[in-house]
Each structure stands twice: as structure tokens, then as C-alpha cells.
């Protein structure tokens, strides 16, 4: 299930992790550059340190994309309850099985979830670099 | 010194920079309007981008050579690079830009000492300030005092007083006349004001859309204004 869910949420990370990484001003890099740093060291000290907020935003989004994840978990992994089972998976199956107020509480915690998520990362991205 | 910049031919969007000349004066200024490749030379030289075709030789290394494949990274150029935003690390502090090109202390000899850089730049008491702390003037000087910490050969310096009001480019004009005579480093200062380029420099190179359309002595006989041109 894990792997479903890691499966799906990857490219969704790769990809903010790329344009935080592009949008370190390539100034910086090479300025470092001149100053005698090799790319190894460019990088961990340079592009790395100005990046990780953005990092840190786009594996936010993924968890929450990951949140919402139905289908390829519930193909891959099934849906056993106390194992396998995850938030849409178990609102899935409260619907189902007509339990509409245990649906509804999971939802809510989904919804905050999901909210705090967003927010997280929005905190770290919008945030001013120092 | 001597600098040799041959065939060097970079295309641009509008243009192309063309360049073929041989300097030898301690400073020597890149003149023109904004848009006009100055910038790029620079970055040529620095090892920053890769020439169309190019042979750049200082003194007795050759940095970049086209048809040999030649191209020595930035790192090994040992060249002080001062660019036009300054590009100070915003996450670092003062002390830790100062010292992020700095090998070693019992290298660098006493004229490239940390102490004295600082002592002609005056900036000893900014050391432990954050970079996002200092007024326009004083990033400048860290900023100069960053890239001479790497006891470079050569000092490459894009309009470095270019964002700033008249009375703080007085203020740091007499920076650059003691950096440039105490210690007597090579410099190619890139700038469109001409009181500067008279102030600081030996010889002007008129840039315009990446050609030298001129070359002479910097000196107000020498190098008249001729039309209203900035």
C-alpha cells in the first residue's frame, strides 16, 4: 500500500523539488563557482540550503495528494481493516455500508488534514528568504 | 598582466560578441550602454559560459581554448568575480561569505591577509551581522571583500556602484582607488558611468552590441565625450 501511495505522490515530489531547485537565482551557484567551490559543494552549501523550504513544500502536497489516494490503493493493497484500510478507504466503505456519521466524522478528519497540509506548505513556500 | 582575449565569439539573442584584443593595463574599463554584452564578456572571461569560440589566456595559463577543447572551470581560474547584484548568501552570515572562497590563511600571504582586507574595506565590525542586515554601501565592500579573499590574479567587477545614489558612490570610489593601489591588482571594471571609468581606470574599451568600437587611454583628453551617448 505504501508503495502505491509512493508510487502515485512521486512525481508530484520530483517535480516541486526541481522548480525549488530552479528557483535557487543561478547568480548564487555561480558566484560560488568563482570561489573556488566544486559542484559537490556548490550544491550542499549553495543551492541545497536555498531550496529546502520549497523541498519541504512540495513532500507536504505530496502527503496531502497522497491523502487523497483511492485507487491505486485500493487495486493494489485491498482494503483490510486495521491494516491496509486508509481515510478514503474507510469513508468508502462507511458509505457503503450505510454508516453515514462514521463517514462523515473520517471526512472531517480528512478535510482538516488535508487544510493543514496546504497550509504547511504554503507557509514554507510563500515564507521571504532571509 | 596580460590578458589575451582572441576570437572570442559568443551569439547572443540580437547579436553577437566579437571580441579580439590583448590587455595589458592594471585597470581597464568596459564601456557602454546597458543591453551591450558587457556582462556576458565578463562571464566569458570568468569561465561562466562557454564561447562559440574563444582562446583566453592570463599571463602564462590559457583558461579557454575552443579548437583544443579546452575550458578551465571557474573554480581553478583564480579570478575575483564581483557581479553586478552582488550575490551575497542570504543564509550565510558576513563572516562565512568572507571566508567561503578563503583555501587558507598561511597562503594567502600578508597582503591578502583576512585582516587586512578588511582593514581596507573597513569592514571588521560586520563580521558577525546577517547579509540582509547591511545598508548598500557596506555590501558593496563585502562583496569586494569576498572575491579579494580568494587572492585572485585578476578582479572582475560588473557596475559595481551601479545601484547606488551619488554621495554612496563617492563613498566608495576611494575603496576601489586603495584596492586598486595597495594591492595592485589587474581589473576589469565594467561600468556605463564615465566619471568612474576616469576615476579608476587606465584604459576604456567602448563595448557596443558586443563589439569593441573603441580603445584608448582613460583620461578626459584622451577619451572626449563625443555625443550625447548614455
Known amino acids: 500500500m505504501l508503495i502505491a501511495l509512493g508510487v502515485m505522490s512521486f512525481p508530484l515530489l520530483v517535480l516541486s523539488a526541481r522548480i525549488a531547485f530552479e528557483q535557487v537565482h543561478p547568480r548564487f551557484e555561480q558566484i560560488a563557482r568563482t570561489l573556488g567551490a566544486g559542484e559537490a559543494r556548490v550544491f ?4 541545497l540550503p536555498l531550496a529546502w523550504r520549497g523541498i519541504l513544500g512540495g513532500m507536504t502536497l505530496a502527503f496531502a495528494r497522497a491523502l487523497g489516494e483511492f485507487g491505486a490503493t485500493i487495486m ?11 481515510l478514503s478507504l474507510s469513508i468508502f466503505q462507511h458509505v457503503q455500508l450505510g454508516q453515514d456519521a462514521q463517514a462523515y466524522r473520517l471526512l472531517g478528519v480528512s478535510v482538516a488534514l488535508a487544510f493543514l497540509a496546504v497550509w504547511i506548505s504554503e507557509c514554507l513556500l510563500l515564507r521571504p528568504r532571509r | 598582466m596580460n590578458l589575451l582575449l582572441k576570437n572570442i565569439s559568443l ?6 560578441i566579437e571580441v579580439d584584443v590583448e ?5 581597464t574599463a568596459v564601456f557602454g550602454p546597458s543591453g551591450a554584452g558587457k556582462t556576458s564578456l565578463l562571464d566569458l572571461i570568468a569561465g561562466l559560459r562557454r564561447p562559440a569560440s574563444a582562446f583566453i589566456q592570463l599571463d602564462n595559463r590559457v583558461l579557454t581554448h575552443t579548437a583544443a577543447g579546452t575550458l578551465v572551470p571557474p573554480r581553478l581560474r583564480e579570478m575575483g568575480y564581483v557581479p553586478q547584484d552582488l550575490a551575497l548568501f542570504p543564509h550565510l552570515s558576513v563572516r562565512q561569505n568572507l571566508l567561503y572562497g578563503r583555501k587558507s590563511e598561511s597562503r594567502a600571504g600578508p597582503l591578502f591577509s583576512f585582516g587586512h582586507i578588511t582593514e581596507v574595506l573597513e569592514i571588521q565590525p560586520l563580521a558577525r551581522r546577517r547579509v540582509t542586515d547591511l545598508s548598500g554601501g557596506e555590501r558593496q565592500r563585502v562583496a569586494l571583500a569576498r572575491a579579494l579573499l580568494t587572492s585572485p590574479r585578476l578582479l572582475l567587477l560588473d557596475e559595481p556602484l551601479r545601484s547606488l545614489d551619488e554621495a554612496l558612490k563617492a563613498k566608495i570610489v576611494p575603496y576601489l582607488q586603495r584596492v586598486r593601489d595597495e594591492f595592485k591588482l589587474p581589473m576589469l571594471y565594467v561600468t556605463h558611468d564615465r566619471q568612474e571609468v576616469l576615476a579608476l581606470c587606465d584604459e576604456v574599451l567602448e563595448m557596443r552590441r558586443g563589439r569593441i568600437t573603441k580603445r584608448t587611454r582613460a583620461t578626459a ?10
Open chain 1, 44 to 47: 550542499f552549501t549553495i543551492t
Open chain 1, 76 to 86: 493494489v493493497a485491498g482494503n483490510i481493516p486495521g491494516q491496509t484500510s486508509t
Open chain 2, 11 to 16: 551569439p547572443l539573442a540580437d547579436f553577437s
Open chain 2, 23 to 27: 590587455l595589458q593595463s592594471q585597470v
Open chain 2, 221 to 230: 583628453r584622451d577619451w572626449p565625450i563625443i555625443n550625447n551617448e548614455l
